[in-house]
């Protein structure tokens, strides 16, 4: 049902009438097919070819003039709020035929250091205004450069197909003519979505990011069970009573112990685990993701993974092993046999998890508190110019499918898993 929606909605007119529903991007082109000519050969019902040229330094410059702009802007609306402020502190009425320059305090002008605490001081606007000054010619010739092909190419290419059918069939590799090692990357893309500097990497580079990014994220998932091992023994902790030096807990009253071994591990197991996904798309993105896209689906598939590995196994048996640690402890050969025996002991855990994950996420979907906080709150100390306040009340936050994901499909897991074991 869902596969014959998703279709019925790339082909309903309006979505497939746009270009980046006709336009496919491919990476990883061989130099003997790295041109329009060459590369519309290769596809049938081609309409248009853009082959990528190298943008970095024309991105540097972008960057650079979006930052200055930034801070210029920021500098003069602060000198024009002191200066409206000390106006009305003299209670003088304000006049379109006044010189507005009367109020300004120059020892209060904005500054800023070149470099970090050693940097040479600089007035703001003024050094922003020259700066400016520099970078947007620069700007405008290397865009020139661009618009004629005069720069560099990189081995990827836009192909813009006749109709959408034909773009997905590209995409889905259908064609036989294509070469081997050429991958498509994306469809149906915004340019915002694309991210360009990894255009330019070639296929061993891309290779050899990927197996160093696949190793990291492995040794992450090994060394990151250790909190939460932790947490898998705290949702037990009352079984380590029977511990000679953990005798204490016999004297901690019922309702601190059962907030300890109930709301507290499964709150830190959240925040333990909401560092990951951010760690992954840095990852995602370090290991040549040429689009959003790709980089969601790259940490769903390992988000996935680590969540089934830390929030179900090893809670599961760091639980089971709290239960019967003393008997561990006495009979270290029996070991296997009593964490299988144990591990319905974990359920209390996962009672809770369920609980908590199931009002967090209704709570969040109705209420959206975090977006409410950052538009009330931050929005009134950060949002210093007309750009910032505007930006924070047309911008809408995306959904991160792939943090969204792993958890849905890992409590899917553990239901299941529950239905096995009983």
């Keep these: 049902m869902f596969i014959k929606l998703r279709q019925a909605y790339f082909l309903s007119p309006y979505i497939a009438s746009r270009i ?27 309409r248009s070819v853009w082959v990528v040229t190298d943008t970095k330094e024309l991105q ?9 702009a930034m801070k210029l ?49 600089v007035d703001t606007i003024e050094w922003s205004r020259e700066h400016l000054s520099e970078v947007i ?9 661009h618009w004629n092909n005069k720069e560099s190419h990189v081995p990827a290419a836009f192909v813009e197909f006749e109709t959408a059918e034909a773009a997905e069939e590209a995409f889905s590799r259908k064609i036989t003519r294509m070469p081997k090692q050429m991958k498509p990357r994306a469809i149906g893309q915004k340019p915002t979505q694309i991210i360009w500097k990894n255009l330019s990497m070639s296929t061993t580079q891309r290779k050899l990011r990927k197996a160093l990014g696949t190793t990291f994220i492995v040794l992450l998932i090994i060394f990151w069970a250790i909190p939460v091992a932790f947490v898998g023994a ?3 902790i009352n079984y380590l009573e029977t511990i000679s030096f953990l005798t204490w807990i016999r004297d901690v009253p019922q309702v601190i112990l059962g907030v300890i071994t109930g709301l507290v591990p499964v709150i830190l197991l959240a925040v333990i685990m909401a560092l990951v996904p951010i760690i992954i798309r840095q990852i995602a993105k370090l290991s040549g993701a040429c689009s959003t896209g790709e980089v ?80 009330i709150l931050l929005g009134k100390f950060l949002d210093t110019t007309p750009r910032k306040m505007l930006n924070r009340y047309t911008t809408i936050p995306g959904i991160k499918w792939g943090s969204d994901y792993p958890v849905y499909t890992n409590l899917a897991v553990i239901g299941l898993f529950s239905q096995v074991s009983t």
Excluded at 60 to 68: A, N, Y
Excluded at 90 to 114: G, I, M
């Design 296 to 375: 969601e689906l790259y940490t769903q598939k390992w988000y996935f993974a680590f969540q089934v590995v830390q929030v179900f196994l090893v809670t599961t048996f760091t639980s089971g092993a709290a239960a019967v640690a003393k008997q561990i402890v006495n009979d270290p050969s029996m070991a296997v046999t009593l964490l299988g025996t144990s591990l319905p002991t974990a359920s209390n855990f996962y009672i809770n998890y369920f609980v908590l994950y199931g009002l967090a996420i209704s709570s969040k979907t109705l209420f959206n508190v975090a977006a409410l906080a950052l538009y």
């Design 234 to 236: 705290v949702s037990n």
């Design 20 to 46: 980046s529903s006709r336009t496919v991007l491919f990476t990883d082109i061989p130099k003997d097919y790295l041109g329009e000519e060459l590369l519309g050969g290769v596809f049938p019902d081609v």
């Design 137 to 145: 010619p620069k700007i405008e010739q290397l865009q020139e450069r």
């Design 73 to 121: 802007e920021g500098a003069e609306c602060k000198l024009s709020k002191d200066a409206d402020k000390r106006r009305r502190k003299a209670k003088a009425p304000a006049s379109e035929t006044e010189d507005p320059k009367r109020w300004l305090d120059e020892k209060k002008r904005p500054t800023h250091r070149l470099k970090p605490i050693i940097g040479q001081k």
């Design 60 to 68: 540097d410059l972008i960057e650079d003039r979006d930052k200055t």
